[in-house]
């Protein structure tokens, strides 16, 4: 299996729910990202890990929590979650996370549901 | 603060004819700029990057973008589109002299391809 993987693809979850969403890469890579996705907005970037290590918190409010145990693999945390937190949520590897050159490999995202 | 404007939200097109997305960015230091396509329910791909060098870069399934500093632009295009390029298209920028890996992304331009 190559590239980045994305599990679930779908979720609904209520507003009192905790659920995780998991990425998976298999490129090798040493950095990590998770975006959010909503229409009619970029792509907002939320977390960055760089060799398992948090190297960007883009002021995500603490319902969501990151995991990273590994460079290969990438967790969201979710809980009390609100309306306005339904979006595809995006998962995404690079080589380096320094430069900027390197580009990102995204995976299929996870579609989010909150009820 | 880097930014980027795709000002077409929608582009129709006829299949077999010409398409350009257009792409601006706003400063003019040295930048790193990509273009990803989004199909349905899927993550982003990238088509193509420009780093450095000759300023024509051309893609994955026939796209070109050319790179021009003095405009601050980056346009996407196609000579004869097909009815599989329906989907979303996304430009992003990183600035290499912030040392940073942070991709800016504009809001996306979404094409469709007429029969």
């Known amino acids: 299996e190559t590239g980045v993987t994305q599990t679930p693809r779908h979720l609904v979850m209520g507003m009192t729910n905790k659920k995780s969403l998991k990425c998976e890469q298999h490129?090798?890579?040493?950095?990590m990202y998770w975006y959010k996705q909503s229409a009619k907005k970029p792509l907002e970037l939320m977390f960055v890990?760089?060799?398992?290590?948090?190297?960007e918190n883009n002021s995500v409010p603490s319902r969501f929590s990151p995991e990273c145990p590994n460079s290969s693999h990438l967790f969201l945390h979710l809980h009390t979650l609100q309306p306005e937190d339904s979006a595809l949520y995006l998962c995404?590897?690079?080589?380096?996370?320094?430069?900027?050159?390197?580009?990102?490999?995204f995976g299929d995202g996870t579609r989010l549901s909150i009820l | 603060a880097q930014s980027v404007t795709q000002l077409d939200s929608q582009v129709p097109v006829f299949e077999e004819a010409p398409v350009e997305l257009r792409c601006n960015y706003s400063?003019?230091?040295?930048?790193?700029l990509f273009w990803y396509v989004q199909y349905p329910n899927q993550g982003l791909q990238l088509l193509l990057k420009?780093?450095?060098?000759?300023?024509l870069v051309k893609g994955i399934n026939g796209f070109e973008a050319e790179f021009n500093k003095s405009q601050t632009s980056f346009h996407l295009r196609k000579p004869s589109v097909h009815i599989s390029d329906t989907a979303e298209y996304f430009c992003?920028?990183?600035?290499?002299?912030?040392?940073?890996?942070?991709?800016?992304f504009g809001t996306g331009t979404r094409l469709k391809v007429l029969a």
């Open positions: 490129l090798g890579h040493n950095a």
């Open positions: 995404a590897s690079s080589q380096d996370f320094r430069g900027g050159n390197q580009p990102q490999h």
């Open positions: 420009y780093l450095s060098g000759s300023t």
């Open positions: 400063s003019s230091v040295s930048v790193y």
């Open positions: 890990y760089n060799f398992k290590e948090q190297t």
């Open positions: 992003a920028v990183s600035d290499p002299s912030r040392g940073t890996y942070k991709y800016i």
